[in-house]
């Protein structure tokens, strides 16, 4: 299963007749076995790495740090549960460290993210504090090159 996991997050294009291939399982075994972590929520779905800079898109992303105060008994699951049901929450995660939760969220501008966090985040009961980073340009995703330049070992310094 961890094969055929580690192949499908490398490419989920592979068709199932590839994947049988590359496991030496029957194209049928495969289908059955993704069928299975799709139903029991392993899988949650499929994605695409975009250049968005080869894009028309205008979106602008923001990596937020947020520090909060847990509530009894639940800790930081209510504030996140909350917090990820807003459209322009990409994702969250709770961090160790100097802030609690991470997250990436996306915006038609800047002025819209800002909004996002001093009118929503911010506001929020059990915030403290908020950090904002706007990402400016994406190198590497997934282990994916974002861009299709050459890439020079020799300029790695040990």
Known sequence: MNELLHLLKTNA??????????????????????????????????????????????????????????????????????????????????????????????GESLKDVAMFVSQRLSAMEGVLATATHFVLKRYKEKGIFIEDEEFDERSLIW
């Open 13 to 106: 294009r592979l068709s199932n007749a590839e994947l049988a291939g590359m496991l030496g399982r029957t194209e049928q075994e495969v289908a059955e076995q993704i069928h299975v972590l799709e139903s029991k929520g392993v899988i949650r779905g499929y994605t695409a790495i975009v250049n968005e800079e080869l894009t028309r898109s205008t979106e602008v992303e923001a990596l937020i740090e947020l520090r909060v105060t847990p509530k009894r008994d639940c800790g930081f699951d209510d504030i996140a549960k909350t917090i990820m049901m807003y459209d322009e929450v990409e994702s969250i995660s709770l961090m160790s460290g100097m802030y609690d939760l991470a997250l990436t969220v996306k």
